[in-house]
């Protein structure tokens, strides 16, 4: 595959104006959210928060950092990388959900959620590093159009 430059440039800066936008709409909601939230629901969001943060780390092992060598080492099994990280994410999501449905009380008291935030966790932990992965593959590959809608 020839390098296109225009392409390249036109990538990289649609990437960046989607992820400005992101960071701009997070800076400017969470203050709405103040608003509407007690703070005791404020608390418990963050918390929620906090808890799927670390819980993604742990559970994808944040395998979107190896394809930018990834691409350099593995040249034309870069897709074959990506699809073996994203068979390991699901299934380490997996582990993690049946895990969580078996210790689910256990969970609830050691990190003060009640139990049905616990079940979205598990969702949220399923879904999440699998949008994490595809995110970190199509800049890339210079796949710009579907990653900047999401």
């Not at 819980?55 to 930018?68: D, K």
């Not at 699809?83 to 003060?112: E, K, M, P, R, Y």
Request: charged fraction near 15%.
């Amino acid at each position: 595959m020839r390098f296109n430059e225009k392409l390249a440039i036109r990538s990289g800066v649609s990437y960046t104006f989607s992820n400005v936008l992101i960071k701009g709409v997070v800076f400017f909601l969470t203050p709405i959210f103040t608003r509407l939230m007690s703070p005791e629901e404020f608390g418990s969001f963050n918390n929620f928060i906090a808890w799927l943060n670390l819980a993604v780390i742990l559970v994808s092992f944040n395998l979107e950092s190896s394809f930018l060598s990834a691409k350099k080492d593995f040249k034309e099994k870069f897709h074959d990388y990506v699809f073996s990280s994203t068979i390991l994410s699901l299934w380490l999501s997996f582990i993690f959900c049946v895990v969580l449905c078996f210790l689910s009380d256990f969970w609830a008291d050691w990190t003060n959620l009640e139990k049905k935030y616990a079940v979205a966790l598990a969702c949220y932990v399923s879904a999440i590093p699998i949008i994490n992965l595809f995110l970190a593959e199509q800049p890339l590959t210079f796949e710009y159009k579907i990653a900047s809608l999401l």
